[in-house]
Structure formats: structure tokens, C-alpha cells
């Protein structure tokens, strides 16, 4: 069974910076492209960046309200990937979920999704 | 970049048909893939590459497209189909990705 589990999450202020995890465990990580989508309070979905598996270049690409900002990256020897946020806006609050998009899976984005991580930005 | 739109809300009987709508998107058109979320939970996909229905999926969830507009119909809907449903899409350069506004689905 494929689990995806966030942790790292909390409150700080604003020009903060933080690090999430996503611990991922019954998939194959290395060959995953993984994602991160987060969801402010009461809003809707947002996709927050991937990054590519090593074989295919493990590129990164962002949203534009993030770039520069937050930075993606991957070890595949602890089957862990990363999400590192800084210069924080109170807009950045919200639940920030991993996903994971395997080859052959049905989504093309999104096959599996943690339960996601609270992040709160205020002052 | 580019924006899905879909209705704030529908709001549908037990047992009659609830239609989402999604437009926008990149051009050339790219799959459109459907999530359904519900309060305090991960979203689960429910439609793929516009039309295909995942497995563990009730039939009553179809999904087709036409034009610029891709809809996602739910048949004979339950009370346990209430939720928040999102389209979701990317660029054909495969850097962007891009969710739906949400619609809110109320079984009245």
C-alpha cells in the first residue's frame, strides 16, 4: 500500500522559513515525479512545484506565487521528498499536501496523496 | 498561464443529475482529470483523461469533453457524493499544472 506522509508543519511569522518532509513507503520513490499541492482554509486546491525523478533530469519547475521562493528536493535513499519555504507570506498558509505520480499510473499528475501538513503564517 | 473555471456550486436532489463544468484551459488542449475532496480529506480522483473512470469508482461519475469545456456528471447522485470537486489540467510543456476554481456539490 502506497503512503505518503507529511510532516514538518507549524506556525511562524511572516519572512520566516521552514522545511516540510513527505515520507513516502510501498512505491517505488526513485521512479516517482513528486508534487506538492497546498490548500489555504476554506480555498481550493493549489499546485505548489514537482520535481522530476532523476531519470528523467529531476527537474523542478513552481507555480509563479512561489518561485523564488520555495525550493523542491528529493532523496531517493531515504524515500523522502522536500519542500524548503522561505521568505513566508501570510498567504502561504495552508495545508500543504505531497503527491506522487508513478509511470504507468492513471493520473499523469497526481496518482497518490498524503494526508497532508498545517502550515500557518502570522504575526 | 492559463485558469480553469468551473461554478461556484450545485446543488442537486438525491437521485437526479448533478453537472460540473470546467473551462479554460491550455491550448492545445490537454486530459482533464477530476477530484472529488471532502472536508479534512486528501482529494481522490474520480475521472482521467477526461472520460476514463478509475477503478473503485461508481459508474454513476462520467466525464466527457467538448471544445474548451470538459464536464463532469454525476448520475442518480447519493448523499455521500457531496463534496468539493476539482478539474484539474496542465500546459503542454508539462511545467504547469493548474486546478480548477472548485465546486461545491450540495444534495439537497
Known amino acids: 500500500e ?8 507549524g506556525l511562524l511569522k511572516p519572512g520566516g522559513s521552514l522545511r516540510l518532509s513527505c515520507a513516502a513507503s510501498g512505491l517505488t520513490f526513485s521512479y516517482a515525479w513528486m508534487s506538492w499541492v497546498r490548500q489555504a482554509p476554506g480555498k481550493g486546491l493549489e499546485w505548489v512545484g514537482r520535481i522530476k525523478s532523476k531519470a528523467a533530469g529531476g527537474t523542478t519547475d513552481y507555480a509563479a506565487p512561489v518561485k523564488g521562493r520555495f525550493t523542491i528536493s528529493r532523496d531517493d535513499s531515504k524515500d523522502t521528498l522536500y519542500l524548503e519555504m522561505n521568505s513566508l507570506k501570510t498567504d502561504d498558509s495552508a495545508v500543504y499536501f505531497c503527491s506522487a505520480d508513478l509511470p504507468g499510473g492513471i493520473s499523469d499528475y497526481f496518482d497518490y496523496w498524503g494526508q497532508g ?3 500557518t503564517v502570522s504575526s | 498561464s492559463y485558469e480553469l473555471t468551473q461554478p461556484p456550486s450545485v446543488s442537486v436532489s438525491p437521485g437526479q443529475t448533478a453537472r460540473i463544468t470546467c473551462s ?3 491550448s492545445p488542449k490537454q486530459f482533464t482529470y477530476w477530484y472529488q475532496q471532502k472536508p479534512g480529506q486528501a482529494p481522490v480522483l474520480v475521472i482521467y483523461k477526461d472520460s476514463e473512470r ?6 454513476r461519475f462520467s466525464g466527457s ?6 464536464t463532469l456528471t454525476i448520475s442518480a447522485v447519493q448523499a455521500e457524493d457531496e463534496a468539493d470537486y476539482y ?5 503542454s510543456s508539462g511545467t504547469s ?7 461545491k456539490v450540495t444534495v439537497l
Open chain 2, 97 to 103: 499544472y493548474v486546478f480548477g476554481t472548485g465546486t
Open chain 2, 24 to 26: 479554460g484551459g491550455a
Open chain 1, 117 to 119: 501538513t498545517l502550515v
Open chain 2, 65 to 70: 469533453s467538448s471544445g474548451t469545456t470538459v
Open chain 2, 87 to 91: 478539474c484539474q489540467s496542465g500546459d
Open chain 2, 54 to 59: 478509475p477503478s473503485g469508482i461508481p459508474e
Open chain 1, 2 to 9: 502506497v503512503q505518503l506522509v507529511e510532516s514538518g508543519g
